[in-house]
């Protein structure tokens, strides 16, 4: 139990566009989904909390109009990088608070996306 | 600030050979301290959480312990599928869940 999936696992767009992951809770409800990024041998830094049908909560220092969060429903949550620049190259990671099958409340993280900017 | 510092940066052992990780914390109001495996290119698997100083919990070869400055996560005689990024992360009071990673400690297991 309490599996969470990302799409795509990896992707690579050119300088300018936008791009959108989805990461969903397969088997519970997440009223709350975090999105993190992390930089190779760094650790994880959130970026913004989302719950479901309200406006995220930025982390200070994150571009709020360019990675657009949506947390539409309560098994799904979208992250959109716009206009997307080589710096934005990373590995960006969702969790969402949900229970496991021995009915433990606690954040389960996706398997992550690679993003490759050229 | 939530801070926390994990040692060592990375650790090779022995398969068999036991050892132990920290994490030391500081935080106003801790409503949680996690552990979590990452394995390369992965999301982070948890694994424990622990609430309170002197709380202990186990599972297969891993057992964390916590105090009020730190924990320790101390792997008994480890195999190479323990080889994994370990990291830890703190929860504070009124913090909308809010989790405060550590760098890690990459371990590697040797057959």
């Known amino acids: 139990g309490a599996v969470v999936s990302q799409h795509p696992s990896w992707v690579i767009c050119k300088s300018g566009t936008s791009v959108k992951i989805e990461c969903r809770s397969l088997?519970?409800?997440?009223?709350?989904m975090f999105w993190y990024r992390q930089f190779p041998k760094q650790s994880l830094m959130l970026m913004a909390t989302?719950?479901?049908?309200?406006?995220?909560?930025?982390e200070q220092g994150v571009e709020k109009d360019k990675f657009l969060i949506n947390h539409a429903s309560l098994t799904l949550s979208t992250l959109t990088v716009t206009s997307a620049h080589p710096e934005d190259s990373s590995f960006y990671i969702c969790s969402a608070r949900g229970r496991s099958g021995s009915g433990v409340y606690e954040q389960y993280f996706g398997p992550g996306t690679r993003l490759t900017v050229t | 600030e939530d801070q926390v510092t994990q040692s060592p940066e990375a650790l090779r052992l022995q398969e068999g050979e036991s050892s132990s990780l920290n994490c030391s914390y500081t935080?106003?109001?801790?409503?949680?301290l996690f552990w979590y495996r990452q394995d390369p290119g992965k999301g982070p698997e948890f694994l424990f959480t622990l609430y309170s100083a002197g709380e202990e919990k186990e599972k297969e070869r891993l057992k964390a312990t916590l105090t009020k400055k730190e924990s320790f996560l101390h792997i008994t005689a480890p195999k190479p599928e323990d080889s994994a990024t370990y990291l830890c992360?703190?929860?504070?009071?009124?913090?909308?869940?809010?989790?405060?990673f550590g760098k890690g400690t990459l371990l590697t297991v040797n057959p």
């Open positions: 935080v106003s109001g801790l409503r949680g």
């Open positions: 989302s719950n479901e049908g309200s406006k995220a909560t930025y």
């Open positions: 088997d519970f409800q997440a009223t709350t």
């Open positions: 992360a703190v929860r504070s009071g009124g913090s909308n869940y809010k989790l405060t």
